[in-house]
């Protein structure tokens, strides 16, 4: 499978510095990193990437907002957008309630949970020997006292 | 001719006094009044005047034989003396003067009769002493009457008047006088009512007296309205009466007028106090009657009459209460009344219900106080009644609009308490988002970190180390990722997805998802499941997340494993059952009547404090140690239930453990 190009928007630099490393590390795709919301669409349109991973909260500019603007430029309509918000629930992540139709990820999220929803959109990873790669999560009811599921790289996904 | 007395009668005494200076007279006298037959007279004789008023002194004398010629006094000025100082003896005068002037003037000065010496015999003086002694007796008493009549005039505060046959004042007396204005009552006379009157007053009196003087028919009491002198009205009772003469034709008449103005004046007073107190007493919108000492009716007011409408002016007064009211209301009001004479202590403002009347639900404040007379002994009982069926009736409502207002007060207090937890509840949902960002993103570098150094190749000396380090820090990750999971939750429940759920397969199925914790402890579970299928409109998810978060609360108060009961039913609400949390805004949902499906989770742990009891809702209130709970589980799951139209209450067993309840109406299609 050939290398893609993977945008990730998100302000927080030391999460996107580690996000950067481990993808590198896991997969063999370019990663391109914005830090300021409003230099997203420039260097889309520059680096012309085959999936957007977007925050939502950040400062100055919305991540929904960008989304929606990204959808409607020609030049990025296509271009899937997999969110990363520190905001959704649980059962919010699983309906994707607020994706409108993105797929969405909740922070904190582990390697395995973001290698299996961007071999969804890209095709099989070209896997490094790490640790870190492991089946994507089955698809658990919700328990309040344990660990959240994460939502599955689904559109819309209907519950159980 | 007085007759000579009857033989053996004794002949009447007199004692006469002679004074005479001439001795042989003095002894012709007793010669002759010797042989006097009716009478016997001792003689005593004076040859002086004085000695003669010494006699007279000094004892009773009967008639006295007077000379005008004596030593010490001569003529008539003999008479005067003698009768200045004995006013009462009679006089006969014996003089030698055969003079008629002299003697008429004797009379005149008090003497009874006048003698001349050798011109009498003896049967003449006898008769002059014997008549002369008659005259002054006569004379006496005329005088004594009319000084009688003149006291009797002249004191009189009645004013008293003659008039002759045309109305003109023949003689007034001093009342009369006074009352005209005149110096003497002797000015009156000639004079008529028109000189002292106004001229209507005295054609009234003079229409009246003609007619009396024409028909002899006196006045008798008459009371005529006049006018003072002042000007001001007075009264008199006047009484007229014919003058006759000895023909008894009417030649006058006589008058006597009393004036009343004063006992008018209190008259009219009291008729008008009377009939101001009357005025009051009908006008006064109080009902009110007075009885006798018997109990017997005198005096009510319109207001009474009206009350009682059998009651008339005409017919109550003498009636007592049982005559004139039907029994057992006659009877009764009789008897209290006579109560009241009898004891003579008054009833002041009895509230009491009024059976006088046919209006529903009449009540008065009735007052029952005692008439006394100056003796202080009870004469009668003034009755007065104070309608107070409208202040009552105002009392009431006042009380029922005051109840209302606790009650609304108390819902007041509730609804606040209600208010003050929801706020509660959404500060800490703004809170939760707050937070969820700000954590969720230092989490999310800790765990790209953690994965970053598990890709590092690491010694082979510390892999085991390594892989234990970082399984403790993705597990702490995930415990706090899972708090703020709870709290977003909490803050956002997003819509419900509702269909009709298998309440029983639901429950067999969040059994299934924490079989894990079942086998682990050993615990026994038992079903008490409906043997039919029953149905609720749930989202299944959000009810499978209760589901479990309330086994799991179940697991946690059994550490030492226990028995677990499952129980789902379906019922209908009771009359008495109220599902009622004053924290809660969903609190008694369900009516009674309304068929709900019921389900129990029932543990034998260590149960709940009872001081924690009504805390165990409250977001981040947990009893679990830390690490095992959120605090959040309980709060999630009764908003999601109360999301759903249903309750969850959870209480201590009385055989120990928590008993867990959920309600949820039962879908139509079922019920």
Known sequence: MKPKHILIVDDEASFTRLLKVNLERHTQHTITVVNRPHEAIPAAHKEKPDLILLDVIMPGQDGGDLAVRMQADPLLRDVPIVFLTATVSQTEAHRGVKSGGFTLLAKPVSMSDLLACLAHYLGPTVANTGPGTQPPPGNRPPDLNRSPALGKPSVNQAPP | ?671
């Open chain 2, 1 to 671: 001719m007085v007759p000579p007395p009857p033989p053996g009668q004794p002949k009447e005494i007199i004692r006469l006094l002679h004074v005479e200076d001439d001795p042989f007279m003095g002894r012709l006298l007793r010669e002759i009044l010797g042989k006097a037959e009716q009478f016997q007279f001792t003689v005593q004789t004076a040859e002086t005047l004085a000695a003669g008023l010494a006699c007279l002194a000094a004892g009773p004398v009967d008639v006295l034989l007077l000379d005008l010629s004596l030593p010490d006094s001569r003529g008539l000025d003999t008479v005067v003396r003698v009768r200045r100082q004995f006013p009462d003896v009679p006089i006969v005068v014996h003089s030698g003067h055969d003079d008629e002037r002299t003697a008429l003037a004797a009379v005149k000065l008090g003497a009874q009769d006048y003698l001349v010496k050798g011109q009498a015999d003896a049967r003449l003086i006898v008769r002059s002493i014997r008549y002369a002694m008659e005259r002054k007796r006569t004379d006496d008493a005329l005088a004594r009457e009319r000084d009688l009549l003149h006291g009797i005039l002249n004191n009189i505060p009645d004013r008293i008047y003659f008039k002759d046959s045309a109305s003109r004042f023949v003689r007034v007396n001093q009342a009369m006088a006074d009352k005209f204005g005149l110096a003497t009552p002797e000015a009156a006379a000639g004079k008529t009512d028109f000189d002292f009157h106004p001229a209507a007053d005295a054609r009234e009196f003079f229409a009246d007296e003609q007619r009396l003087l024409q028909s002899g028919e006196p006045i008798i009491n008459k009371v005529e309205g006049q006018t003072a002198a002042d000007g001001s009205p007075a009264w008199a009772s006047v009484t007229k009466v014919p003058m006759r003469d000895q023909h008894g034709r009417v030649t006058g008449l006589i008058g006597i007028s009393r004036d009343i103005s004063a006992l008018k004046r209190l008259e009219a007073s009291l008729v008008e106090e009377r009939s101001l107190l009357r005025n009051l007493v009908d006008h006064l919108p109080d009902y009110i009657y007075v009885l006798d000492e018997q109990g017997r009716f005198l005096i009510a007011n319109e207001a009474f009459y009206q009350l009682t409408r059998t009651v008339t002016p005409a017919n109550f007064v003498g009636q007592t209460a049982s005559g004139l009211f039907p029994p057992p209301v006659g009877l009764d009001l009789e008897a209290d009344d006579l109560a009241v004479l009898r004891s003579g202590e008054a009833v002041v403002n009895r509230e009491e219900p009024c059976r006088l009347t046919t209006e529903p639900d009449c009540w008065l404040a009735t007052t029952k106080v005692p008439l006394r007379d100056p003796g202080d002994r009870v004469i009668g009982l003034v009755v007065i009644s104070h309608d107070i069926t409208e202040r009552r009736r105002a009392s009431r409502q006042l009380q029922a609009a005051n109840d209302e207002l606790l009650r609304a007060n108390t819902e007041l207090k509730e609804v606040h308490l209600q208010l003050l937890h929801l706020e509660r509840l959404q500060s800490i949902g703004r809170l939760a988002a707050g937070v969820a960002h700000e954590v969720k993103n230092p989490l999310a570098v800790l765990r790209m970190g953690v994965d970053y150094v598990l890709s590092l190749p690491l010694p082979p000396t510390e892999t085991d180390t390594a892989a234990k380090v970082f399984e403790d820090m993705e597990t702490a990750i995930k415990r706090a990722d899972t708090i703020i999971m709870g709290m977003l939750d909490f803050s956002a429940p997003g819509q419900l997805h509702l269909k009709p759920v298998a309440v029983n397969q639901l429950v067999n199925h969040a059994l299934s998802l924490v079989r894990h914790e079942l086998k682990s402890n050993g615990y026994v579970v038992e079903r008490q499941l409906t043997p039919f299928p029953v149905f609720a409109l749930l989202d299944a998810q959000k009810i499978d997340q209760v589901l479990v978060n309330l086994l799991t609360n179940a697991f946690h108060a059994m550490p030492d494993g226990g028995r677990l009961t499952l129980r789902t039913a379906q019922r209908t609400i009771a009359n008495d059952e109220t599902h009622h949390d004053a924290g809660s805004r969903e609190g008694a949902r369900f009516r009674p009547g309304e068929p709900v499906i019921e389900v129990q989770i029932d543990d034998t742990g260590h149960g709940i404090p009872p001081e924690k009891l009504d805390k165990i809702f409250d977001p981040f209130f947990t009893t679990k140690e830390t690490g095992k709970g959120t605090g959040l589980g309980l709060t999630v799951a009764r908003k999601i239930v109360e999301l759903h139209g249903g309750s969850l209450e959870i209480n201590n067993r009385p055989e120990g453990g928590v008993r867990s309840t959920l309600l949820f109406k039962a879908h139509k299609e079922t019920a």
